[in-house]
């Protein structure tokens, strides 16, 4: 499914970082396409530099060298036009479920009335199921509700782009897997283009279009895979025989690149 | 109900064992007036110079504190927001806040006089240090992730400081004050006991030199329920501003 036009492009992305010992190559030479309404998974060892691009994307930083452009412009700095889901959350604890939704209706960037702002509160706490939990503060809500309430929120400035590092890698597997068919269910009704962070090959097969599999540091592509799978896609997917073929191929390449990045480190410190 | 008597309970028991004390014999009683002596005392200061030395003491710690507390907090904001600035300044302000506020009295009375100015300079200087280390070490815990989240949905720099720096602020800001308002309360009955006619520590300085132990123990717990109201009011306060967080201080 890489038929609609191009809206993130790698161009032989590089990135290191300054350290003790010199500068560190972290993403090294990477170029790929990320097309409308594509949703791409990202899979990778521990610290290879899945967050590095995802920030260069968000435009939290720049690229050491090469580019990546956003519809074939370069990127700014972060915007709302890129819907951020952090692994952490960053749920603003001061302020109520219903006014973290609207945090971003009450910007310059995209003011709404009082009136547009509680139909959209409204519109997505329904959607996420937070419709009882209004006027509560963060602080009372659970692991898979701040999540929900994360989306919610990025989702009300209606981004064209979602950029998710590892969402739901804090939620136990059944609210995780809730959470996966929330997602692909708010997609189907509001499309965006996707860039996700995953760390499960199972979650990354069963929601994306595309998965690039990284290396090891200095990541490089390792082989971007095609998923065949039509959408809209449910649990019984995971139990067919193809789910499984792809399933035992990405594992072996991302068990394989673990393996380097263990040579690595023993060589490191040997 | 319970919770009257459970609030009541410590102080009824405090009030005996002052009892006991006088009555034990394990002191000499003319050393230890009884609680119901006191009280006498207090009325009958009530009606002579008490209001004047308790509006006197308050006065002056709301005005040391206020001053101190107006410029601890843009400069904690500052310090605690940019970390190359704290890293240079924050021994500075760390061997003034070592100095104890007592300490300097002297030098201030030689600066400044005997007068209101004098006690206001020892207060403003004890409430703007103790409040500007709690201000910038609370603020530098802010996570960046806020930052983060306002910026991915459209905000700027503007609308960043007033929509997530402030909130998250406030309880810094409150809790700078309750530090700073314990610290200067104990600074100005000091400052009160070396050099001045009126205020609480005044009374008590006056009341030892004749000897009037039950004056002094006036003095004593005037200082002490002062303070746990003003604490109150502001945990109050405190309580209805930030109403998100789970527990308070
Ligand atoms: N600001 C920085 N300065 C120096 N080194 C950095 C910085 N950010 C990341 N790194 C290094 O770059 C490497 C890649 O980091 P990154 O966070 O992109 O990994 P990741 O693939 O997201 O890992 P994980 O799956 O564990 O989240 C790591 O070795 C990290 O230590
Ligand atoms: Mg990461």
């Known amino acids: ?270 | 109900m319970r919770r009257t008597a459970l609030i009541l309970a410590p102080w009824l028991l405090l009030l005996c064992a002052w009892y006991a004390l006088h009555y034990s014999g394990l002191v000499n009683p003319a050393l230890v007036p009884t609680p119901h002596e006191v009280a006498v005392r207090f009325v009958e200061l009530m009606r002579d110079r008490l209001p004047l030395d308790i509006l006197m003491s308050t006065r002056r710690v709301f005005v040391g504190v206020i001053c101190g507390i107006v410029l601890a907090v843009p400069v904690g904001f500052v310090l605690g927001w940019y970390r190359t600035i704290r890293t240079f300044i924050d021994p500075v302000i760390n061997f003034f806040r070592a100095l104890p506020p007592i300490a300097l009295i002297p030098l201030v009375i030689v600066y400044f006089g005997v007068d209101e100015l004098a006690k206001t300079v020892i207060l403003f200087y004890a409430s703007f240090f103790a409040g500007v280390i709690v201000m910038y070490e609370g603020i530098s815990q802010i996570s960046p992730i806020y930052v983060r989240v306002a910026r991915t949905l459209g905000a700027t720099d503007f609308e960043i400081f007033r929509k997530v720096i402030v909130p998250m602020a406030v309880p810094h800001m409150l809790t700078a004050l309750r530090v700073a308002l314990g610290v200067a309360w104990a600074t100005l009955v000091a400052s009160e006991l070396i050099a001045a006619q009126q205020g609480l520590g005044a009374l008590i300085q006056n009341a030892g030199s004749f000897f009037q132990l039950d004056i002094i123990y006036v003095g004593i717990i005037c200082i002490g329920f002062i303070a746990l109201l003003m604490d109150l009011a502001l945990r109050m306060a405190t309580r209805r501003f930030v109403s998100w967080q789970e527990r308070i201080v």
């Open chain 1, 1 to 270: 499914m890489t038929t609609g036009r191009v809206r993130i492009a790698f161009d032989r992305l590089s990135v290191s970082f300054p350290t003790a010992r010199g500068r560190m190559l972290v993403v090294d030479d990477v170029s790929y396409a990320i097309h409308d309404r594509e949703f791409v998974s990202v899979i990778g060892p521990s610290g290879c530099g899945k967050t590095t691009t995802m920030n260069i994307v968000a435009g939290f930083m720049q690229p050491s060298s090469g580019a990546v452009t956003l519809d074939g412009k370069p990127i700014a700095g972060p915007g709302p036009d890129r819907g951020v889901i952090f692994q952490e959350y960053g749920i603003f604890p001061w302020l109520t479920v219903k006014q973290n939704i609207a945090f971003g209706l009450t910007l310059g960037a995209n003011r709404q009335g009082a009136a547009v702002r509680e139909e959209v509160c409204q519109r997505y706490m329904r959607l996420m199921g937070l419709s009882d939990f209004a006027d509560a503060w963060p602080r009372m809500l659970s692991g898979g509700m701040r999540q929900r309430l994360a989306l919610a929120r990025a989702y009300a400035v209606k981004p064209q782009f979602l950029l998710m590092d590892e969402p739901f890698g804090a939620l136990d597997a059944q609210t995780r897997s809730a959470m996966q068919d929330l997602l692909l269910q708010v997609l189907a009704a509001e499309g965006k283009t996707v860039m996700l962070i995953t760390h499960s090959v199972e979650e990354a097969i069963y929601l994306s279009n595309r998965i690039v599999v990284m290396t090891a540091r200095p990541t490089r592509i390792r082989e971007i895979i095609d998923v065949p799978f039509a959408y809209p896609r449910t649990d019984a997917l995971h139990e067919s025989k193809e789910f499984g073929e792809l399933r035992s191929h990405v594992r072996d390449l991302v068990m394989q690149e673990y393996a380097v990045q263990a040579k690595q480190s023993e060589n490191v410190s040997g």
